[in-house]
């Protein structure tokens, strides 16, 4: 079902890696965006992604299967189901986010013309992500490590 | 050199879909772990990755031309080069941050054993992310919207 590599990284112990086995390729991150952004059936993420079909058919059944998405009957009882986020699906929205963020600062020229993510209320942008101490210090990968997880003796 | 389908992604006027263009993939992402917990040649990343060669080759090519990684002679003058993480490199940690949060909700099981990331002066772990607005008020995919851009009339 997924790319070559991601059965190994199920089990690893990083967290990172189980994430990427989930969400670690290109279309099932913008699968997930147009699901946020409204898209319910499989059409919808056809026409929206111009995506083959059977490569877009094996992504949102491996994101069925991973819990991102689950399918429901047609909200106007029509004949095909859709495909709603589930809890887990929503809970991706700040890497979505996170990689916005980093799209804008680094994949478009000054002035270039972009997408923004804005909020309802006041339609301004959303505030840049900062990853922080739990005594509340700003930290980027020079002030944190990894530390691995203790193993039996 | 990316996977099919980058190559219309990077015009994309999406800040997400350039992002993904650039490290949509699990291996790009992972390749980017590894160089913020200080792998620096080719062999540290083959050996904690176990990647094919030539995959990862073609990834850190790859990297190196969208500008997330760069070359430096080896800090010890030694024959081979090393990888560098550049400041678009670096600034990536929110994402990787936000998929390590992601994966330590929904990936693992209660008390499974899993690394951690932590500060470096209390080994805490690092807070949750969360995506605010302008005025501070906490948003999610269901109070925030996507705003093309204006087009040329």
């Known amino acids: 079902m997924s790319s070559p590599g991601a059965s190994a990284l199920r089990t690893s112990t990083c967290p990172v890696a189980r994430a990427t ?3 670690g390729d290109r279309w099932s991150l913008l699968i997930v965006r147009e699901a946020y952004d409204g898209a319910r059936r499989f059409n919808d993420f056809q026409r929206r992604l111009g995506m083959a079909k059977n490569i877009l058919s094996g992504r949102l059944r491996a994101l069925v299967a991973d819990g991102v998405l689950e399918t429901t009957p047609a909200a106007d009882g029509g004949p095909y189901h ?3 986020l589930t809890e887990a699906g ?4 700040p890497v979505l ?4 963020q980093w799209g804008e600062a680094h994949a478009f020229a000054e002035g270039e ?6 909020d309802d209320r006041a339609g301004r942008p959303v505030v840049p992500l900062r ?3 739990a005594d509340g210090r700003p930290v ?5 490590v990894v530390r691995k997880p203790r193993t039996a003796a």
Chains 1, 2 share one sequence.
Not at 113 to 118: A, G, K, N, T, Y
């Open 21 to 23: 086995a989930v969400v």
């Open 82 to 84: 859709e495909y709603r």
């Open 90 to 93: 929503l809970d991706l929205f």
């Open 97 to 100: 986010v996170a990689l916005r």
């Open 113 to 118: 013309p972009r997408s923004e993510l804005v």
């Open 131 to 133: 990853v922080v101490a």
């Open 140 to 144: 980027d990968a020079t002030t944190t």
